[in-house]
């Protein structure tokens, strides 16, 4: 094998290695936590703290028959941020309180919705 193509293998390598390290990286300190792969504790919607719940994930399904049908009636399940591009964060929202921040917030993982709670006050 000649030796420019040797280089060129070995610096494709170390690039992509590169590339994955700081990919981790970045979504390590993103969800604060070493796990990339489970939904992170703590998550930040509308300027604010959100800690994830003791609740089972639920479907959307569920999530909207949790709630009385007059709730259905005045407000929406919206999606109001992203903690990645693939990762959509709803909250219970209507014309009144659009782009504020509600005291829970939905994390999408698959198929599923993640319940967080908000953190502290103001």
């Known amino acids: 094998m000649p030796t420019l193509l040797r280089r060129a293998i070995k610096i494709g390598a170390v690039a992509l290695a590169t590339i994955v390290v ?8 993103t969800y604060r936590s070493a796990d ?3 939904p992170p504790g703590r998550i930040e919607s509308l300027g604010r703290t959100y800690l994830i719940s003791n609740f089972p994930p639920r479907t959307r399904e569920d999530l ?4 009385a049908q ?11 941020s992203s903690v990645f591009p693939w990762r959509a964060v709803y909250q219970w929202q209507n014309d009144q309180i659009r782009g504020q921040a509600t005291s829970s917030a ?3 993982w698959g198929e599923t919705y993640i319940s967080y709670s908000l953190s502290g006050g103001p």
Do not use: M, P, S
């Not at 700081?22 to 300190?29: D, N, P, T």
């Not at 909207?64 to 709630?67: G, H, P």
């Not at 007059?70 to 109001?80: A, I, S």
């Open 64 to 67: 909207e028959q949790r709630f």
């Open 36 to 38: 990339v792969f489970a």
């Open 106 to 108: 939905y994390l999408k």
């Open 22 to 29: 700081a990919a981790y990286l970045y979504a390590a300190f």
């Open 70 to 80: 007059g709730h259905r009636e005045q407000y929406t399940l919206e999606q109001v």
